[in-house]
């Protein structure tokens, strides 16, 4: 898969891939979200795909059920140290499939390539 950044203006960098443009951009006047927040949010949204293909699969209702992520970030560094992911189902929702939800919203590929980092090369190129 190849992406493309660009810089359209102020503070904003796009990514384009396929027929997809993400917009990122930087406070004060930021248009949309930061990188950060969208590499955070990729998270829980990918967790969130996994408990809804479970839920479709055994034809369990949606209605009512939620993702709630807590970041958990250390005060001195700044840098993450914990991710929360509770996932909120309505009082009617079987039981017997919790702990299912748990194990599909592990499988999470954002989550597993985050335990097992891949490396980085980053290079520059006249064209």
């Known amino acids: 898969m190849e992406m493309l950044i660009d810089f359209?203006?102020?503070s904003r960098v796009d990514a384009h891939f396929g027929p997809f443009t993400v917009p990122t951009d930087?406070?004060?006047a930021a248009s949309a979200p930061t990188p950060?927040?969208?590499f955070l949010s990729s998270i829980g949204t990918c967790a969130g795909i996994y408990v809804l293909g479970f839920c479709q699969q055994r034809g369990l209702?949606?209605?009512g059920i939620r993702i709630v992520q807590r970041i958990h970030s250390n005060?001195?560094?700044g840098m993450v140290e914990k991710i929360d992911l509770?996932?909120?189902?309505?009082a009617e929702f079987p039981e017997k499939y919790r702990d299912s939800l748990i194990r599909s919203a592990e499988l999470c590929a954002v989550k597993k390539h985050l335990e097992n980092p891949p490396k980085f090369d980053v290079s520059t190129k006249v064209v």
């Open 8 to 10: 359209p203006g102020g």
């Open 26 to 28: 930087q406070p004060p």
């Open 36 to 38: 950060f927040a969208l």
């Open 61 to 63: 209702p949606t209605n």
């Open 75 to 77: 005060p001195l560094s």
């Open 86 to 90: 509770e996932i909120q189902v309505p």
